[in-house]
């Protein structure tokens, strides 16, 4: 599956249910300021719903008497998704950036009372075992590495992930494969095509989910995300990707 994320994926019934807990923990963890003023106008508002309902498994955090699956925030950042996975799986969160992460982990494990188990890795390389992963998430992450770069961290996240298991992230996309290089803090930006999409798993034994792709859409999607998110204009726009683990 490689889908476009429509804009108009925010007036469903089941984002605006994930986006008000969401805003509800941003409200708790940060502040209101910041939940109401940066998360709730923030692209995050598509790829968080996007990618928890592409997970196969839809846990709550009521059932707590059930056993979790093991899901893995590859490229986790410093976010609320982490917290809203927590509550429902058993979440392992990685990122190559370090201490002031792991900082930020331990401050909301213990605000919130979870298990973000965070730790400081690169995807290229982690200390994981093989198979050990049910699902793997990664939003708006990936394409801060060039191509080369990412075609090995595929490779890892394919040795990882057990057998049945899915990979639900977003990227960056355009009508046209290019990359960006942008400030210290982010310094680079690849925006994907469906092929170069393909590309990345090619030497891997991951599979898309489905033949879905709507990318025939993509000027009549992208205009309609620019007059919501008006600084991303003649940039690029999010794509949501489901891999299935045969």
Same mark, same amino acid.
């Given at each position: 599956?490689?889908? /476009? @994320?429509?804009?108009?994926?925010? %007036?469903? &019934?089941?984002?605006?249910?994930?986006?008000e807990?969401?805003?509800?923990i941003?409200?708790?963890?940060?502040?209101?300021?910041?939940?109401?003023?940066? $998360?709730?106008?923030?692209?995050?508002? $598509?790829?968080?719903?996007?990618?928890?309902?592409?997970?196969?498994?839809?846990?709550?955090?009521?059932?707590?008497? $059930?056993?979790?699956?093991?899901? /893995?925030?590859?490229?986790?950042?410093?976010?609320v998704?982490?917290? &809203?996975?927590?509550?429902?799986?058993? @979440?392992?969160?990685? *990122?190559?950036?370090?201490?002031?992460?792991?900082?930020?982990?331990?401050?909301? #494990?213990?605000?919130? +009372?979870v298990?973000?188990?965070?730790?400081?890795?690169? @995807?290229?390389?982690?200390? &994981? #075992?093989? %198979? &050990?992963?049910d699902?793997?998430?990664?939003?708006s992450?990936? #394409?801060? %590495?060039?191509?080369? +770069? !990412?075609?090995?961290?595929?490779?890892?996240?394919?040795?990882?992930?057990?057998?049945?298991?899915?990979?639900?992230?977003? $990227?960056? !996309?355009?009508?046209?494969?290019?990359?960006?290089?942008?400030?210290?803090?982010?310094? =680079? =930006?690849?925006?994907?095509?469906?092929?170069? =999409?393909?590309? /990345?798993?090619? +030497?891997?034994?991951?599979?898309? /989910?489905n033949?879905? +792709?709507?990318? *025939? %859409?993509?000027?009549?999607?992208?205009?309609?995300?620019?007059?919501?998110y008006?600084?991303?204009?003649?940039?690029?726009?999010?794509?949501?990707v489901? @891999?299935?683990?045969?």
């Open positions: 599956m490689i889908e /476009l @994320l429509d804009i108009d994926l925010k %007036n469903t &019934f089941e984002y605006q249910r994930v986006n807990e969401l805003i509800e941003c409200r708790t963890s940060h502040s209101i300021k910041e939940a109401e003023e940066s $998360l709730a106008i923030s692209q995050y508002m $598509l790829d968080y719903p996007w990618i928890y309902w592409h997970l196969p498994v839809k846990a709550i955090p009521e059932a707590a008497f $059930l056993p979790k699956d093991k899901i /893995l925030d590859a490229g986790c950042g410093r976010g998704f982490q917290i &809203f996975l927590a509550k429902r799986y058993e @979440l392992y969160t990685v *990122d190559r950036r370090g201490s002031h992460i792991e900082e930020w982990s331990k401050e909301k #494990e213990k605000q919130f +009372d298990d973000l188990r965070f730790s400081c890795q690169n @995807l290229k390389c982690t200390n &994981f #075992e093989s %198979n &050990f992963f699902h793997i998430v990664s939003c992450s990936l #394409e801060h %590495n060039p191509i080369e +770069d !990412a075609k090995i961290i595929f490779k890892e996240l394919d040795r990882i992930l057990k057998p049945g298991g899915r990979i639900v992230f977003t $990227l960056e !996309a355009y009508k046209e494969f290019k990359t960006w290089y942008g400030s210290p803090a982010d310094p =680079i =930006i690849t925006c994907y095509t469906p092929d170069k =999409i393909k590309e /990345l798993i090619e +030497d891997t034994g991951l599979k898309l /989910l033949d879905k +792709d709507n990318f *025939d %859409n993509f000027d009549t999607l992208f205009s309609k995300f620019c007059k919501t008006p600084m991303y204009v003649s940039r690029c726009m999010p794509v949501g489901v @891999l299935q683990k045969p």
